[in-house]
């Protein structure tokens, strides 16, 4: 609920939000908690994920279409955005303590000890990451990219006993879903850059939580299905 929206910023709110809620599936829900702390952690999981994509200009697909034209980068971004995300996503993950704090140090697991997962080699998991920033700082450069797939596919061939399938419909269809959002905001900024800077303040701040909430909407939606 830190970490994870954090990354959003990184890995697109998409994926983070895929990966956040499998987490909490796998070490939270199973421990069967109250239906009200449930749905507040689902809640307070979408609203840190919709702010904890503000650190940097090429994740959020609100930022991705106005980054551009707009030349706003990765300081820009972490000086007037970003710090105050990670302010209030750490102050709303406190209240949420402080509110459920009983029932959270009372949650246990009720079969301690069997059926444990194997532990992941640690080389597993850091090739993982390393893929991942590697993908985000040569992000400009599609051969360098493509290098860094293939050598991941043949890595995760070549360790499959520690690798979970891979299924490369979502990726694929998150990537020209962003694609897409870049080409249509290139092409629209003749329009778009006006009428967002004639809003006021407050308008432009209900704006933002709309486009926001249709982007949360699509993600809550794949994950429902």
């Known amino acids: 609920l830190t970490v ?35 749905y507040a952690t689902l809640g307070l999981l979408f609203v840190n994920i919709s702010v ?23 300081s820009f971004m972490f000086f007037n955005f970003g710090w105050k995300a990670i302010i209030g996503i750490l102050f709303a993950n406190i209240l949420f303590f402080a509110v459920f704090s009983r029932e959270l140090l009372g949650l246990k697991p009720r079969d301690e000890g069997k059926n444990e997962p194997a532990r992941i080699p640690l080389y597993i998991t850091a090739v993982h990451l390393l893929t991942i920033g590697w993908t985000v700082l040569n992000a400009h450069s599609p051969a360098l990219v493509i290098f860094g797939l293939l050598f991941f596919l043949a890595f995760v061939v070549a360790t499959d006993r520690h690798q979970y399938a891979i299924a490369l419909r979502p990726p694929m269809l998150v990537g020209f879903f962003l694609a897409a959002l870049v080409i249509h905001g290139g092409c629209q900024k003749w329009w778009i850059s006006p009428v967002l800077s004639g809003l006021g303040e407050y308008q432009l701040m209900f704006g933002a939580m709309a486009l926001t909430a249709v982007n949360d909407n699509a993600a809550i939606t794949y994950l429902a299905t």
């Open 52 to 74: 904890g994509g503000t650190l940097s200009h090429f994740a959020a697909p609100p930022v991705v279409m106005v980054a551009t034209a707009w030349k706003w980068d990765m």
């Open 4 to 38: 994870g929206p954090l990354l959003g910023s990184f890995i697109t709110e998409p994926a983070a939000m895929t990966i956040c809620a499998l987490l909490l599936l796998e070490r939270f829900y199973k421990l069967q908690p109250s239906m009200m702390l449930r």
